[in-house]
């Protein structure tokens, strides 16, 4: 689990310049100087698959290989999703969900980035690199969009690679993927869990390609947030003995999060429902010809078949499917990535979707989104830590407290779901202007994701006086932003992990979302 820059790339690009052509398996790529990040070079856009249309629609990614020049000056188009067209808030419901200015820009923002193009053809990725200076080649980390799998894009202001780039001397990587029926269809006769094996292709490309680019291909950090970081987590699982990242840092999500995983046959009645009510046949129809008929309907029908009422309003019918090769049935005997983890969630992960319930008149009472806080992200955050100590792996575990004026969704505070997302990409919002506590706490916390990229192993170790590594029974709980201050604050596990043994997330998701 060495950390060190592979010796075959001991070289500096010092000749590098901004947005010059760099060769891939995908063809050579134009870039540009980034935004507001003149030194960065931005490549965006860069097909790592097939367009996963005709034949390759409800099929396993296939490998795009190219020669022709790739312009890499806008963002690929988004996978297809449903775009929230509900309606505008009323004051009312403005006012009864304490939603702040901010926060309607940010959900905005999360919901459908302005100027997002959806299709099929959506196997993306996008590059921010700054090989002129700093390190001989850079520690790499490729970030996994969450969305509840069933929607998201990495072509968001907020996922924006250019700040962290020019500021931490790291290489930024941002992938799109498939999911909802796309990505997870749920069909018993053919290949499941599509998203999960788009997003290892990307991995492979970026191992194959990044050195290019003035990347390390030996330090390559696969991090995410939400599902994401739930991504990320199967992931760990699913090529454990071939991970090609170095670590990995899973931010308010991890397999435990999902509570019980559907099975086959659950997940195949959902897919059955889909193709009777799009007039394709059911479990007794030939599955080829099912099939093709699938491939043969408008995308749009495809999305507008997916329930959407229930439970369905809020958690998708397309999720994660146990198949016993890249999703398992019990993750208590799986073995993970012999990698170092940094894993946590944030003090009110429920703040998000209070507020986003809230301007729909759904209200629930404290204890439930308490619990629901409980099951979905404090417990699984120990878990995934209990199993990387198990395993043997450097073990890190944080609470998130931060709250900033203007990354605050609502005005009765808290640290929410994603809040420290922006802090870590450097995409704060200019209005209110922030303060004086929050760029100092901003630096800090993204030299600790950072750090922690360059040197999985040790890096935590020594950083601003040392990170302890996680021992639940000991005062290791790293928390970040307590009180908005910055630098460590230690505390016991056991202060936030109360409850777990008989927290649970099956029930509360009915609870809270039934």
Not at 27 to 45: I, K, Q
Not at 58 to 81: D, E, H, R
Not at 299 to 323: E, K
Request: glycine share 10%.
């Amino acid at each position: 689990m060495s950390a060190k820059t592979s010796p075959q790339f001991q070289c500096r690009n010092s000749n590098f310049t901004i947005g010059q052509v760099v060769e891939t398996t995908s063809g050579p790529v134009a870039g540009h100087a980034a935004t507001n990040y003149s030194e960065v070079s931005e490549y965006l856009g860069i097909p790592y698959a097939q367009a996963p249309v005709g034949d390759l629609r409800f099929a396993a990614p296939v490998k795009y290989t190219g020669s022709s020049m790739l312009n890499g000056s806008v963002f690929g188009s988004a996978c297809p999703q449903r775009v929230s067209q509900s309606n505008t808030p009323t004051p009312e419901m403005l006012a009864a969900s304490n939603i702040t200015d901010v926060g309607v820009e940010l959900i905005n923002l999360i919901g459908s980035p302005p100027g997002a193009v959806y299709s099929e053809d959506c196997l993306f990725l996008n590059v921010w690199s700054k090989p002129q200076s700093g390190e001989p080649h850079k520690a790499v980390m490729v970030y996994i969009h969450g969305g509840g799998f069933d929607g998201g894009t990495s072509s968001t202001p907020l996922f924006n690679g250019a700040g962290l780039t020019d500021n931490e001397d790291v290489i930024i990587v941002t992938i799109n993927y498939r999911f909802s029926l796309l990505g997870f269809p749920g069909n018993p006769t053919t290949q499941n869990n599509l998203g999960f094996l788009d997003q290892r292709l990307a991995m492979e490309w970026v191992r194959e390609n990044i050195a290019n680019f003035g990347g390390d291909p030996a330090r390559i950090t696969l991090f995410g947030q939400s599902a994401g970081s739930m991504s990320a987590d199967f992931y760990s699982y699913a090529w454990a003995s071939d991970p090609i990242a170095a670590g990995i840092i899973l931010e308010s999500g991890t397999i435990q999060s999902l509570g019980v995983l559907p099975s086959e046959s659950d997940s195949a009645l959902n897919w059955y429902n889909v193709t009777t009510a799009l007039g394709c046949g059911d479990a007794s129809t030939n599955s080829t010809t099912l099939l093709a008929c699938m491939r043969n309907v408008e995308v749009d029908s495809l999305l507008n078949a997916i329930p959407s009422s229930g439970v369905n309003a809020f958690v998708t019918a397309f999720a994660p499917t146990v198949d016993n090769v890249i999703v398992f049935s019990n993750y208590s005997l799986q073995i993970p990535a012999s990698i170092p983890v940094l894993v946590g969630n944030n003090d009110y992960e429920s703040g998000l979707f209070r507020t986003e319930l809230a301007l729909s008149n759904i209200f629930f009472p404290d204890y439930v989104w308490d619990a629901y806080a409980l099951a979905g992200f404090t417990c699984p955050a120990g878990i995934r830590a209990n199993a990387s100590i198990a395993a043997n792996n450097p073990t890190w575990r944080y609470r998130y407290f931060g709250v900033f004026p203007n990354i605050n969704i609502s005005s009765e505070g808290g640290a929410y779901h994603g809040a420290e997302l922006q802090l870590i990409f450097e995409t704060t919002f200019s209005t209110p202007t922030p303060t004086a506590e929050e760029i100092n706490f901003e630096k800090y916390l993204r030299g600790a994701w950072t750090t922690f990229a360059k040197d999985p192993v040790n890096g935590l170790t020594t950083y601003e006086g040392g990170w302890p590594l996680y021992k639940p029974a000991e005062e290791s709980l790293v928390r970040l932003g307590y009180n908005n201050l910055v630098g460590k604050n230690l505390a016991f596990p056991v202060l936030y992990d109360a409850g777990c043994d008989t927290a649970n997330l099956t029930a509360l998701e009915i609870s809270v979302l039934g």
